[in-house]
């Protein structure tokens, strides 16, 4: 008696689930509290809870099912696609969301998934990178790391990475701007406590790109941390800086443990 | 099977830009732009419709029930403030 | 600037309001007779402008919505009416309107006989904390109505 839940696609602009029951399409037991670390998740609202849960009605997966259509999409002078080289459901890149950023020998230092795109892009497809903030990278970002879902994030932080760990870290404990604050007094220090009106979190980043009720769409960790970093007045550093690179790289091991959520959605 | 109720979750990517925002560096208002009209006509007529505001949130999502007859075209429509329409056509299959 | 419980402080501002533009709306429109707290007169005003002059009587209209909203731009919300709805009784329209918004329409939902259950859910804004108000028209003419107060939550420490 039971109907499929289908989800089907046109031009990338609408999804339509019919279900004999109102069910939710996502199964597997997600980890949203890992030791003492917990995801962005249990800080919302019920019925933010609610919009994430709910893949027919969570509108970040318009921007997942766009990055499917970008996979397959022959791009560039090479004449491929993504999936040209990775293969149709991209079985070898299941737990990317869950490992990046990773450390690249080439280039002797941290990349991040959005510049690990452009790379392959460029060198293996022969095609313009995407912009750090535009609908397709933030869709491409929510697709490959949406493949990770329910993994436990599980960044490296050992051989060539420890200095660029422990910049992230110094990074995150430093106090900047105007309001002389760092990243572990709200997210470390007082997460769960009130700042005015909104209720502070861990800070975590195992839902990215995560469908901000704020934004009205999807929006990348390198945006936040912008966002972050002008509200307490100091002047931040641009999409895709090493500074970023290694502050992402702290945030997700801050998270390790913590199910992959992508697209979550938040606040 | 016919006569079951089902349910139709749907979503649209669109801005549902309300009219009332002001650009912060021109200080212009930015004009509205919304989806105004859904419509899903399932055995040749409408059996379920809306006409939306600028209140309806971005990204609009509607749940609603449909109460199956025959084996056809669900066909939903959007359309915006310029008269621009979006379709989709989900196939159900009714036994019984 | 950092505090470990949630105070909800209701306003001088929003007290005015509710005892001030209460009575007004309750004397000058007369469609919410009984009504402690009524709706504004923006709101009355949709109402008889979709429905006409009937009186919407309460009963029901269930609506379904956070008690806090976090965030005002997406707020979910589900609205059903208790009906058969067979061809010779069942809902026509769901109006829903939001008292303190810019403008108060915030939706207008057709439903058939063939809809099978007159329920929907959809996601609304609201700029300020204030009352949602679902009207439903049914096919034998009658109108009944719904209303639930919803908090907004706004200020903070965004980024």
């Not at chain 1, 051989?159 to 870290?169: E, H, N, Q, T």
């Amino acid at each position: 008696m039971k109907k499929q839940i289908q989800g089907i696609l046109i031009g990338a602009a609408v999804a339509v689930g019919v279900s004999g029951f109102a069910g939710v399409a996502d199964a597997g037991k997600m980890v949203y509290e890992a030791g003492d670390r917990k995801s962005g998740y249990t800080y919302a609202t019920k019925a933010t809870q609610s919009i994430q849960d709910d893949d027919l009605a969570n509108p970040a997966y318009l921007w997942v099912d766009e990055g499917d259509a970008l996979w397959n999409k022959i791009d560039g002078k090479a004449g491929k696609s993504c999936a040209s080289c990775h293969g149709g459901k991209v079985v070898r890149l299941n737990d990317v969301g869950a490992r990046y950023p990773v450390y690249n020998a080439k280039l002797g230092k941290m990349q991040s998934l959005e510049q690990r795109i452009n790379q392959e892009r460029k060198e293996k497809m022969g095609a313009k990178p995407y912009k750090w903030e535009s609908k397709q990278m933030l869709s491409m970002t929510a697709y490959i790391r949406n493949l990770s879902k329910g993994k436990p994030m599980n960044v490296s932080i050992d051989g060539p990475v420890i200095p660029f760990f422990a910049k992230g870290k110094a990074f995150y404990e430093k106090k900047r701007g105007q309001l002389d604050m760092s990243c572990k007094i709200c997210h470390e220090d007082n997460a769960g406590n009130m700042i005015r009106a909104n209720l502070l979190s861990e800070g975590q980043s195992n839902g990215f790109p995560v469908y901000r009720l704020k934004w009205q769409k999807p929006g990348s960790i390198h945006r936040r941390f912008r966002g972050c970093n002008k509200q307490v007045r100091a002047k931040p550093y641009g999409y895709g800086s090493d500074e970023y690179v290694n502050l992402e790289l702290y945030v997700a091991w801050r998270g390790r443990g913590l199910s992959v959520e992508t697209p979550a959605v938040r606040n | 099977m016919k006569g079951e109720v089902f349910e139709v979750k749907s979503l649209v990517s669109h801005k549902m830009e309300t009219g009332l925002r002001k650009n912060k560096k021109t200080g212009k208002k930015i004009p509205r732009d919304i989806i105004n009209k859904f419509s899903v006509t399932y055995g040749g007529k409408e059996v379920f419709g809306a006409d939306w505001h600028p209140a309806v949130s971005a990204n609009p999502y509607t749940s609603f029930f449909v109460k199956a007859s025959k084996s056809g075209p669900v066909v939903l429509k959007w359309t915006d403030d310029a008269g621009k329409v979006t379709e989709k056509t989900v196939k159900i299959k009714v036994s019984g | 600037m950092f505090e470990k419980s949630i105070t909800h402080k209701i306003r001088r501002r929003d007290l005015l309001a509710m005892s001030g533009t209460g009575v007004i709306a309750v004397a000058g429109i007369g469609l919410f007779a009984g009504e402690a707290m009524a709706d504004s007169a923006a709101v009355a005003k949709a109402i008889k402008k979709s429905v006409g002059g009937k009186s919407p009587k309460t009963g029901r209209v269930t609506l379904e919505l956070p008690q806090i909203a976090e965030n005002g731009n997406t707020v979910p919300i589900a609205v059903e009416v208790k009906s058969p709805m067979t061809a010779k009784d069942y809902v026509k329209a769901v109006h829903i309107y939001a008292d303190e918004n810019p403008v108060p329409n915030v939706a207008t939902f057709r439903f058939s006989p063939e809809s099978g259950k007159a329920r929907v859910s959809t996601r609304m804004r609201m700029r300020k904390s204030q009352n949602i108000v679902a009207v439903a028209e049914m096919s034998d003419g009658s109108v009944y109505m719904g209303k639930k107060a919803v908090k907004v939550t706004i200020g903070g420490c965004g980024g």
